[in-house]
């Protein structure tokens, strides 16, 4: 299995961020290394510009959330048929950010993710506990109930991105074993060969050991996804074939 590596830019991002993405490219002398796979989800303003003049150098683009319809009255809302007509392969869905800021529940994110593999994109389902779930020892089973709620019925290959609420953007992560332990409970939910990613606060200075974890198959970044500076060092701390 490949690893991912993906940076989720979310409400980040305007035109010159292009050179983030070029210096990037610079950096693995451009071209990526084939042996992991390499996403950026960029704000939807940016998806179709990137995806049409990168795809060549080996970067994989995605979008951030997806409706659940193909078309419709839903103002503002883009379907995952647009994302993929953009010529992105993957998109998120079911954030935690999102399912705080817009009361998704584990039945909208299903829909999403059967309406991104209907168009064709690989979802990556967001599952995490909060940190008081952390601390009274239900972190397992708030996963568990995420998981029975919104992967979707057989329909074909997704990702899973073990995010807990409580490590986006703070700095803190939880413990090498804790996350050792909350993948291999995912491993025992998911199909074989489901790939597995870990977010929150990964930084370069904790991806290599992060990554190095069995059943972790890659990481969702998100602050240091941004910076070129950054993310070289995570992409290149990921194993290649796993
Ligand atoms: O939410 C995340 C990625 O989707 C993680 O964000 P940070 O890496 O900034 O903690």
Not at 23 to 32: A, D, H, K, P, T
Not at 132 to 148: D, F, H, P, Y
Request: proline content about 5%; some cysteine.
């Amino acid at each position: 299995m490949k690893s991912l590596i993906a940076g989720n830019w979310k409400m980040n991002g305007i035109a010159r961020a292009r050179s983030e993405v070029e210096s990037l490219i610079e950096r693995f002398g451009g071209s990526m290394p084939g042996d992991r796979d390499i996403l950026i989800c960029p704000p939807v303003t940016l998806l179709a510009a990137f995806a049409g003049s990168y795809s060549d150098e080996g970067i994989l683009f995605g979008g951030q959330d997806c409706h659940a319809k193909t078309s419709g009255a839903h103002t503002g809302d883009i379907s995952a048929e647009m994302i993929a007509d953009t010529g992105a392969s993957h998109v998120i869905v079911g954030h935690s950010e999102r399912r705080a800021d817009h009361a998704e529940n584990d039945q909208t994110v299903k829909e999403k993710a059967e309406a991104a593999l209907r168009a064709g994109l690989t979802p990556i389902i967001c599952v995490g506990e909060t940190r008081e779930q952390r601390e009274t020892g239900i972190a397992q089973s708030v996963v568990g109930t995420q998981l029975e709620g919104s992967l979707p019925d057989a329909m074909g290959v997704f990702v899973v991105a073990y995010e807990p609420v409580w490590a986006i953007g703070t700095g803190l992560t939880p413990t090498l074993e804790d996350i050792s332990e909350m993948h291999d409970f995912i491993r025992s939910k998911t199909p074989e060969g489901t790939r597995l990613l870990y977010g929150g606060s990964v930084k370069p200075g904790n991806a290599k050991e992060i990554l190095g974890i069995s059943n972790v198959n890659g990481a969702l970044v998100g602050g240091a996804s941004l910076k070129a500076e950054d993310f070289f060092p995570i992409i290149s701390a990921a194993p290649g074939e796993m």
